[in-house]
């Protein structure tokens, strides 16, 4: 079974300043897709950017980048100048690519990032 | 073009009694997936459907819960005989197909709470 695990409950920054919130997982799989999740108040989930396994080059969306790191299976979700908008819980998640139809997402604990004005 | 609905929004309950949520998939998504939120914890996989079929049930209890998906109509999370550790948030998302390349859209999820 996977299993995702994000290491930081929580972490605050100033605004403006960059962040990096971590996750690792673990799988026997080699074709996989790993997604970041927003959770803001409202508790709505958004996508925030997605990785393909098979890709070697790092997502990015706008403010958003990650550091996806096959062998150590690592996939870490930078911020840049961040936002008052961006206070929200995180979720790291992971979908294994199946022939049988199983695709379900598996989410890691969260991690709790507040901005600072 | 509407995202994701689900209803009630919050749904409160006594011991013993059914909660029946209701999901609406994006127009044109075939695909419905439930999770559930525990108070401080990330979302767990329950069920996986296609129109009327379950694909994957892997992550619903045994007893007490069950998942439809009509030919018509909203998918439905039944809980019968609710406790209070059935207290949380359910999420529902759809996808167009089979995920990977295609987003999972998550609806704004049903509070339980049970009393």
């Known amino acids: 079974a996977q299993t995702v695990t994000q290491s930081q409950p929580e972490m605050s920054v100033q605004e403006a300043e960059t962040v990096t919130l971590s996750c690792t997982y673990d799988t026997s799989e080699n074709n996989y897709y790993l997604f970041w999740y927003k959770q803001p108040p409202s508790r709505q989930m958004i996508l925030v950017i997605r990785?393909?396994?098979?890709?070697?080059q790092n997502a990015t969306e706008n403010r958003f980048s990650v550091n996806f790191q096959k062998a150590a299976k690592s996939f870490s979700l930078k911020i840049s100048d961040s936002q008052l908008g961006d206070t929200a819980m995180y979720f790291c998640a992971f979908l294994e690519i199946s022939n049988f139809g199983n695709e379900k997402l598996t989410f890691g604990t969260g991690t709790r990032l507040t901005i600072i004005p | 073009n509407a995202g994701v609905m689900q209803n009630p929004r919050h749904l409160v309950r006594r011991r013993g009694q059914e909660a029946r949520l209701r999901c609406s998939p994006m127009k044109g998504h075939s695909h419905v997936y439930w999770y559930r939120q525990l108070p401080e914890e990330g979302l767990k996989f329950m069920v996986y459907?296609?129109?009327?079929?379950?694909?994957?049930e892997s992550g619903m209890p045994k007893e007490r819960f069950s998942a439809e998906f009509p030919k018509e109509g909203p998918s439905i999370l039944r809980i019968q005989q609710v406790v209070r550790g059935d207290s949380a948030a359910y999420f529902c998302a759809s996808s167009r197909t089979r995920t990977g390349a295609n987003e999972q859209f998550f609806g704004p999820g049903t509070r339980l709470t049970v009393l």
């Open positions: 990785q393909e396994a098979y890709k070697q």
């Open positions: 459907l296609q129109k009327e079929n379950i694909i994957d």
